[in-house]
């Protein structure tokens, strides 16, 4: 009771106040503790007594904003209709040079804009900590409508320890998409007498998927004079290579038994996977070069025709499949001639249980207010807007009667929109603002059933076709999993890192071992530099959190 009344009467407070400064700019309004404005003031009070939130302020106002992922400035039509429904005009402060970097920057000398975009994990963890962010729970219950009915459960899983919610994720809400998978050329699957499975949807298993690679090796020794091998892969993402043969293996994030976490690696099932990619080594069917392929020399390899396979995402492939299919000598057969993604089953694993997709439903980034913030209750509305329905499309659709229609109570993109994104991606999206920001985005379709995002989700290509019918089924929530290890500036995050240095140290050397009892001696040297390095410590750390982070999430 103590608490409402000094709210209520700091609010009395800031109504007297704006009545005595009179009508000035609302960047200049007075707040009170950087919650309130005069306006929203003066409308919460018409309101007070009522279920309904306060109208919506759409006087003009600018605030900063720090977006990691984009500096673009905030003058296209998204924008202005944006700044029309609000009032709030962005600037945008230009993320020069390493965004990271400047966000410690920024926090170091105290100096922050209004907003930020801040990529989830050790950097926003430690803005939360400084303090640099506002909690956000009070200001969503007053001033968040949309913000509490599209989010759901994510702003329960998004608090912090203190149970407070520092921030708004974006690309959140588990989504059933495709990731990672094995890659192949469908042409030449055809070729091979694998046709019967190129487009239907079901896994191969593990043999069949040996028994394709050695048989492009044995049909096609060469291609345009120069020999060929059955697979090559990205030396420059690593992740993306294990975290595809996991996925066949059905292995997850980390090992759990006996009620402890153990790293991935001491699933018994990951020295089976290293023995499958070292046998694959040893009989020729991956490329000797394989651990030394820049992104460049990847794509440029797989461009060529002389590799049948890859395990990857599926959209890294997207420039040597441009270029196998502008290089098709059988113009109907362009489409069959790109890599897609196939899901292959290791021995005793159940097809269900495997994991290409892992996706965190709880986004990529975090957008906070940050203390410097004078006027709080705008920046919540402004964000509550742009978390609406209303908001997400126009966000990654543009403006209605522009650049879509309401027809048949469907949202319905304009053909030249669809043409502008297939012609240049980046320079479209720039002008018309379609996708620029990702602020507040959800996963997953509107109410109407179209996507909210337009570009990605809206007319696949037949590639992503596939991966969806091939893949979806793979994906599974890696919240309740990430950002498990230590904080960040302690030992144990030092132990941590000479971990990681180990496993990315010894995984080529494993694949590329002279045969399966020299995996299993060099698997276990690995497993006792780790322990030396204080993996115990750090396993009994990931168990705490992640039972600490159970108990916050119930």
Known sequence: MKKNGQVKLLASMGLVLSLLVGCGSNNNAPST??????????????????????????????????????????????????????????????????????????????????????????????????????????????????????????????????????????????????????????????????????????????????????????????????????????????????????????IMPYYETNGELKIDMKDPKYLEMLKFMNSLYNDGLIDKEWATNKTQQYEQKLSTGAFFSTADAFWNVGKPNAILKEAAADPSKKEESQFYPYKVVAPGVDASKTTYGPKNSLGWDGIGISKSNKDAVRAIQFLDYLASEEGQYLLMWGVEGVHWDMKDGKHTPRPEVLEGFKKDWGAYSTESGIRKWTWAIKNGPGSDGTPYDLIGRYETDEVSKLAIKNLADTSFDTALYDNLGPSGGTPEAIMQQKVSETKSKYFPRLVMAADEAAVTELYNTMMKEMEAAGLDKLEKIYTENYNKRQELWK
């Open 33 to 250: 503790n950087g919650n309130t404005s005069s306006n929203t003031t003066n409308s919460n009070a018409a309101n007070e007594g009522t279920n309904e939130p306060a109208p919506l302020d759409n006087s003009p106002i600018t605030f900063t904003f720090f977006d990691k992922n984009t500096g673009d400035a905030f003058d296209n039509p998204v924008a202005n209709k944006i700044t029309e429904q609000t009032g709030v005009t962005i600037e945008i402060q230009q993320p020069t040079g390493n965004p990271s970097e400047k966000l410690n920057l920024m926090l170091a000398s105290n100096d922050l804009p209004d907003m930020l975009a801040i990529g989830r994990g050790d950097l926003l963890d430690k803005y939360i900590a400084a303090g640099a962010l506002m909690p956000l729970n009070d200001l969503i219950d007053k001033y968040g409508p949309h913000i509490k009915e599209m989010y759901g459960d994510t702003l329960n899983k998004t608090r912090s320890a203190d149970g407070k919610n520092y921030y708004l994720a974006n690309w959140y809400g588990l989504e059933q998409y495709p990731v990672f998978g094995f890659l192949m050329r469908m042409d030449i699957m055809k070729e091979l007498g694998a046709g019967d499975k190129a487009t239907n949807g079901e896994p191969f298993t593990a043999d069949e998927f040996v028994g394709l690679l050695k048989a492009f090796k044995d049909k096609y020794p060469e291609v345009n004079g120069k020999p060929t091998t059955a697979m090559t892969f990205n030396g420059d993402n690593m992740g993306a290579i294990m975290d595809t043969f996991k996925g066949m293996y059905g």
